[in-house]
């Protein structure tokens, strides 16, 4: 192949981007079938009669509004008494005779307020005969500023300045923005009423949820202030709150009555179009595709791990030297500290740099075309321009890389070596695509730089006494994505097998107290056991209250495994008596619940010094799974454990691990974990159980029990589960 891979990968990227157009999704899933809408989305077809006498009006907010809007009004014609654009600056449509309005991004502006205002007059005063397509993608809810009584255009462009240089997911940043809006979380869909209302979206947020996509104006949602204020405690960003918004969030707040016909919402658009049409170009070209489909989240140490293993993975099954692209799609979270320039794609680009060798390429760019404030859409990277960067005086082991990445100034770098990607706006946004393409070998190993990411497979490092795995280190590893290793004392006592169990060089170890019959006596010792040997010491107390939490970490651990939890009540319990001990009643309720301390010094007391506790809660039940979402809304919850045993006889397919419907269920659990950013551990019996879950991203292991015999049986299955 004669074309450097640097330029293939960026001609897949770019002819992809072309394939999946905004127009071509809206009109695969809009037809007219006499007087009856058919709606074609990912949920299946559903239909929506067009009433007689009654207005059709239609919204397209987002950075694909324009062809979304374009697709919609060449579909229904004449049947729109009006519509409505709002997007974001310079992707105005040139032929739609609709209003259009150009707001400001990713920061919102006086433009999207009037905005706002115009589409809540387009879609008041309407008729149960009445219908309101509203039409949905990324950027939607920037674009579309609506805040509630008491707070200022002003203090919510401060808060979200401040949220967008903090390491926060979009859809805890999106969950802040519907406590704060009247149009977000099904507002817009409420003030319709009773008119009907129909949403279709494409979506830019990691797993899909309809609510994350613009923050959701059709899906009805009551915004939960209490909660909001405690994530905001919860990733210390409090103080840096305006005032007018603390006083919003602490006020009581009163449920909105919803619509008397609910909206109709469906999916129409994804990462996994844009993936889907990656792969067929590098199949096309005669390059193998490998996709993984579960989406990269995490900060960017964790992206860089995570994309050497999805390349080691694809590069290991294939012989030496065969065409490759190995393909992930997501949106990963960058804490900016420095007054660099550049975006999240960039910084990863930027960080894979030391990692590249022989001829691959690695790609990171934004669908929409812009990554950041810069006019780039991302990066590529080879082995090549990580030379040409070193040729100009920045070679990897001096303290300059250190310092532009430190700084955040990823563009400076990749504009050294011509490694930035421009493309125009493509009008549209499914997320970010990470690409590596080339011959299949091996990675570079990166050098111990302190911004390096962590290599593919990276486990925590080794523990002594002197060393030891404290929770604080625990939390970390898992934060960066490193593998932690661990299993479940529930036979042993202290000394019978302590050489063999040391020898296993474990991260953590559970002391059983659900169902092994170990007194507080002998769980102490163990306790102290695994302190001495530097092991992060567990308890999996009997039932989720706090009584048995409380006993637990008196006696010495610091992690908690809390069986069976079902409801947020008990989840609360549960970071209350974890995280804030030894607070109590009405105080620790009120912390938890409203974020509402003593004192500022009582709370930065107690976070300091429950700093190295760990809350993981078990979800063990069919109710548990599809509840996940508003258990993992509370924040505090470290991990989310898969009780195997429980959860296949409530599936009704008891011990039927490899059960089509285990999996599914699993795998559900999994992604409301990554929604969250909340790591999965699965109780696993063997290497074998395990392997195809730490493929798919898990990297919280625990296997096996001590009924095995340590040596002969869970020495060799934790030598397999490290093996490469």
Same mark, same amino acid.
């Given at each position: 192949?004669?074309?450097?891979?640097?330029?293939?990968?960026?001609?897949?990227?770019?002819?992809?981007?072309?394939?999946?157009?905004?127009?071509?999704?809206?009109?695969?899933?809009?037809?007219?079938?006499?007087?009856?809408?058919?709606?074609?989305?990912?949920?299946?077809?559903?239909?929506?009669?067009?009433?007689?006498?009654?207005?059709?009006?239609?919204?397209?907010?987002?950075?694909?509004?324009?062809?979304?809007?374009?697709?919609?009004?060449?579909?229904?014609?004449?049947?729109?008494?009006?519509?409505?654009?709002?997007?974001?600056?310079?992707?105005?449509?040139?032929?739609?005779?609709?209003?259009?309005?150009?707001?400001?991004?990713?920061?919102?502006?006086?433009?999207?307020?009037?905005?706002?205002?115009?589409?809540?007059?387009?879609?008041?005063?309407?008729?149960?005969?009445?219908?309101? !397509?509203?039409?949905?993608? @990324? $950027?939607?809810? %920037?674009? *579309?500023? =609506? +805040?509630?009584?008491? /707070?200022? &255009?002003?203090?919510?462009?401060?808060?979200?300045?401040?949220?967008?240089?903090?390491?926060?997911?979009?859809?805890?940043?999106?969950?802040?923005?519907?406590? !704060?809006?009247?149009?977000? @979380? $099904?507002?817009? %869909?409420? *003030?319709? =009423? +009773?008119?009907?209302? /129909?949403? &279709?979206?494409?979506?830019?947020?990691?797993?899909?949820?309809?609510?994350?996509?613009?923050?959701?104006?059709?899906?009805?949602?009551?915004?939960?202030?209490?909660?909001?204020?405690?994530?905001?405690?919860?990733?210390?960003?409090?103080?840096?709150?305006?005032?007018?918004?603390?006083?919003?969030?602490?006020?009581?707040?009163?449920?909105?009555?919803?619509?008397?016909?609910?909206?109709?919402?469906?999916?129409?658009?994804?990462?996994?179009?844009?993936?889907?049409?990656?792969?067929?170009?590098?199949?096309?070209?005669?390059?193998?595709?490998?996709?993984?489909?579960?989406?990269?989240?995490?900060?960017?140490?964790?992206?860089?791990?995570?994309?050497?293993?999805?390349?080691?993975?694809?590069?290991?099954?294939?012989?030496?030297?065969?065409?490759?692209?190995?393909?992930?799609?997501?949106?990963?979270?960058?804490?900016?500290?420095?007054?660099?320039?550049?975006?999240?794609?960039?910084?990863?680009?930027?960080?894979?740099?030391?990692?590249?060798?022989?001829?691959?390429?690695?790609?990171?760019?934004?669908?929409?075309?812009?990554?950041?404030?810069?006019?780039?859409?991302?990066?590529?990277?080879?082995?090549?321009?990580?030379?040409?960067?070193?040729?100009?005086?920045?070679?990897?082991?001096?303290?300059?890389?250190?310092?532009?990445?430190?700084?955040?100034?990823?563009?400076?770098?990749?504009?050294?070596?011509?490694?930035?990607?421009?493309?125009?706006?493509?009008?549209?946004?499914?997320?970010?695509?990470?690409?590596?393409?080339?011959?299949?070998?091996?990675?570079?190993?990166?050098?111990?730089?302190?911004?390096?990411?962590?290599?593919?497979?990276?486990?925590?490092?080794?523990?002594?006494?002197?060393?030891?795995?404290?929770?604080?280190?625990?939390?970390?590893?898992?934060?960066?994505?490193?593998?932690?290793?661990?299993?479940?004392?529930?036979?042993?006592?202290?000394?019978?097998?302590?050489?063999?169990?040391?020898?296993?060089?474990?991260?953590?170890?559970?002391?059983?107290?659900?169902?092994?019959?170990?007194?507080?006596?002998?769980?102490?010792?163990?306790?102290?056991?695994?302190?001495?040997?530097?092991?992060?010491?567990?308890?999996?107390?009997?039932?989720?209250?706090?009584?048995?939490?409380?006993?637990?970490?008196?006696?010495?651990?610091?992690?908690?495994?809390?069986?069976?939890?079902?409801?947020?009540?008990?989840?609360?319990?549960?970071?209350?008596?974890?995280?804030?001990?030894?607070?109590?009643?009405?105080?620790?309720?009120?912390?938890?619940?409203?974020?509402?301390?003593?004192?500022?010094?009582?709370?930065?007391?107690?976070?300091?010094?429950?700093?190295?506790?760990?809350?993981?809660?078990?979800?063990?039940?069919?109710?548990?799974?599809?509840?996940?979402?508003?258990?993992?809304?509370?924040?505090?919850?470290?991990?989310?454990?898969?009780?195997?045993?429980?959860?296949?006889?409530?599936?009704?397919?008891?011990?039927?691990?490899?059960?089509?419907?285990?999996?599914?269920?699993?795998?559900?659990?999994?992604?409301?974990?990554?929604?969250?950013?909340?790591?999965?551990?699965?109780?696993?019996?063997?290497?074998?159980?395990?392997?195809?879950?730490?493929?798919?991203?898990?990297?919280?292991?625990?296997?096996?029990?001590?009924?095995?015999?340590?040596?002969?049986?869970?020495?060799?299955?934790?030598?397999?589960?490290?093996?490469?």
């Amino acid at each position: 192949m004669t074309q450097p891979w640097r330029e293939r990968a960026v001609s897949l990227f770019r002819d992809a981007v072309a394939a999946v157009r905004p127009e071509q999704l809206v009109r695969a899933a809009l037809k007219v079938r006499r007087d009856t809408l058919e709606l074609h989305v990912a949920d299946g077809v559903h239909t929506v009669a067009l009433r007689p006498g009654g207005r059709l009006r239609v919204l397209a907010v987002g950075k694909a509004a324009a062809p979304m809007a374009a697709a919609a009004a060449e579909i229904l014609g004449d049947r729109i008494e009006r519509g409505l654009v709002v997007t974001k600056d310079g992707f105005c449509g040139p032929d739609l005779l609709w209003p259009q309005h150009e707001c400001g991004h990713p920061v919102p502006d006086e433009r999207g307020v009037a905005a706002a205002g115009t589409a809540e007059y387009l879609v008041r005063g309407l008729t149960a005969n009445d219908l309101v !397509l509203v039409l949905v993608s @990324g $950027g939607a809810s %920037a674009l *579309l500023p =609506a +805040p509630v009584d008491g /707070v200022s &255009l002003a203090d919510k462009q401060a808060l979200l300045t401040r949220l967008l240089r903090a390491d926060v997911d979009i859809h805890a940043l999106n969950r802040i923005r519907k406590a !704060l809006s009247r149009l977000k @979380g $099904g507002g817009l %869909a409420r *003030l319709a =009423a +009773p008119a009907r209302v /129909v949403g &279709l979206y494409l979506s830019d947020v990691p797993g899909d949820a309809l609510g994350s996509i613009g923050s959701g104006p059709t899906v009805l949602e009551t915004p939960d202030r209490p909660a909001v204020a405690a994530l905001l405690r919860e990733r210390g960003l409090w103080a840096d709150v305006p005032a007018a918004i603390r006083q919003v969030l602490a006020a009581p707040a009163h449920p909105p009555a919803d619509p008397p016909e609910p909206p109709l919402n469906g999916l129409i658009g994804t990462n996994a179009h844009l993936l889907r049409a990656i792969a067929e170009g590098a199949q096309a070209a005669g390059i193998t595709p490998f996709v993984n489909d579960v989406p990269l989240t995490g900060n960017v140490t964790q992206a860089v791990a995570a994309l050497r293993e999805d390349w080691a993975r694809a590069v290991a099954g294939v012989p030496a030297g065969t065409p490759v692209a190995v393909l992930r799609g997501g949106e990963i979270t960058v804490t900016v500290t420095g007054s660099g320039l550049g975006g999240r794609c960039q910084e990863l680009a930027a960080r894979m740099l030391p990692h590249m060798a022989g001829d691959a390429a690695f790609l990171a760019a934004g669908s929409d075309g812009n990554d950041g404030p810069t006019d780039a859409a991302g990066g590529v990277v080879d082995a090549e321009s990580w030379a040409a960067i070193c040729e100009q005086g920045l070679p990897y082991d001096t303290a300059t890389y250190d310092a532009l990445l430190a700084d955040h100034d990823s563009y400076a770098l990749l504009a050294r070596s011509g490694n930035l990607i421009r493309i125009p706006p493509t009008q549209h946004n499914l997320m970010d695509v990470y690409l590596f393409a080339g011959p299949a070998a091996p990675l570079a190993e990166a050098p111990a730089l302190s911004t390096a990411a962590a290599p593919a497979g990276a486990v925590a490092a080794p523990h002594t006494g002197a060393n030891p795995m404290t929770g604080a280190a625990f939390k970390a590893a898992l934060q960066e994505g490193r593998r932690v290793y661990g299993t479940m004392l529930m036979r042993r006592r202290v000394g019978e097998v302590d050489e063999a169990l040391k020898e296993l060089d474990l991260d953590f170890i559970i002391v059983d107290n659900e169902h092994a019959p170990f007194s507080r006596s002998e769980t102490a010792q163990w306790l102290r056991q695994l302190r001495k040997w530097g092991v992060m010491p567990f308890v999996r107390v009997p039932i989720p209250a706090s009584h048995y939490v409380t006993m637990a970490l008196d006696a010495g651990a610091q992690g908690i495994l809390a069986p069976y939890v079902e409801t947020v009540a008990e989840v609360q319990e549960l970071v209350g008596a974890t995280k804030w001990l030894p607070l109590k009643g009405e105080a620790v309720r009120r912390a938890v619940a409203e974020g509402v301390f003593p004192s500022e010094a009582t709370r930065a007391h107690l976070a300091q010094r429950n700093r190295d506790n760990v809350l993981v809660i078990g979800v063990e039940s069919v109710v548990a799974m599809e509840r996940l979402d508003a258990l993992l809304g509370v924040p505090g919850v470290d991990a989310v454990f898969v009780g195997p045993n429980d959860l296949s006889i409530q599936l009704g397919i008891p011990e039927q691990y490899d059960h089509p419907d285990f999996a599914a269920a699993v795998a559900r659990i999994h992604a409301t974990c990554r929604a969250h950013g909340v790591p999965l551990v699965i109780h696993q019996f063997s290497s074998a159980m395990a392997r195809p879950w730490i493929e798919q991203g898990v990297h919280f292991i625990l296997c096996g029990t001590d009924r095995a015999d340590i040596a002969d049986v869970l020495a060799p299955e934790f030598r397999q589960l490290r093996a490469p």
